[in-house]
């Protein structure tokens, strides 16, 4: 069946303005997460929805970024007044349940001009 | 909260030699621990995981042990092939949350 797919695979936008990416998750997977993925870096977490549950924020590196989920299945991550160091690669991965496996998608790369 | 210590940055080993990386973390309820691998310019992939009621894991050339007294686990891959080089990433899941923290990685180079 189809992966996890994100849209735009890239993406270069000027300092200040906002930026909206997608993710489309596999069919049934009620967990999908974020993460930001810096050049050479980690996987770092930013933000998870499993189910009907209130979303675990504590990643969001800032008041800019927000993330949506709308009928549990595709998620919307935006990030405002884009800055320099918002440049990075941003992954989407789901998971059947949220305790297991997680299935990522291609990534958007992110340059802030 | 949950910290994630992932050593060594860079690994170098000859083709047909084990590699060995070890992450630490500092909650002891956590449970599982996945390894993920990413090929260049390729999306992360699971290629083993342990849950903390067993100490070993195996498949095939690949293998992950977990120490819950101490606190870390440990990927080990044995004869290593050049398909084997990568970035390798640890990741521990939260206690009580589906929230995962992951390892800075390590790059594993095969040379052959």
């Known amino acids: 069946g189809a992966g996890v797919s994100q849209s735009p695979s890239n993406k270069v936008t000027e300092k200040g303005k906002d930026v909206e990416l997608r993710c489309d998750p596999i069919s049934g997977h009620t967990a999908l997460y974020w993460y930001r993925q810096s050049l050479g870096q980690g996987l770092e977490f930013l933000i998870y929805f499993q189910g009907n549950s209130a979303p675990d924020k504590s990643g969001l590196p800032s008041d800019r970024f927000s993330a949506e989920r709308t009928g549990g299945s595709v998620s919307t991550l935006t990030i405002q007044r884009t800055q320099q160091e918002d440049s990075a690669v941003y992954l989407c991965?789901?998971?059947?349940?949220?305790?297991?496996?997680?299935?990522f998608g291609p990534g958007t790369r992110l340059t802030v001009t | 909260g949950e910290n994630v210590e992932q050593h060594p940055s860079t690994l170098s080993v000859q083709e047909g030699d084990s590699a060995v990386i070890k992450c630490t973390y500092s909650?002891?309820?956590?449970?599982?621990f996945p390894w993920y691998k990413q090929e260049l310019g390729k999306r992360p992939q699971l290629i083993i995981d342990i849950r903390s009621n067993v100490g070993e894991k195996k498949d095939q050339r690949i293998a992950v042990t977990l120490n819950k007294t101490a606190k870390h686990f440990s990927l080990h891959i044995t004869e290593t092939q050049p398909e084997d080089s990568a970035v390798y990433f640890c990741?521990?899941?939260?206690?009580?949350?589906?929230?995962?923290?992951f390892g800075t990685g390590t790059r594993l180079k095969v040379l052959a």
């Open positions: 990741a521990v899941g939260v206690s009580g949350t589906y929230k995962y923290i």
């Open positions: 909650d002891s309820a956590s449970n599982y």
């Open positions: 991965a789901s998971s059947p349940r949220g305790a297991g496996e997680q299935y």
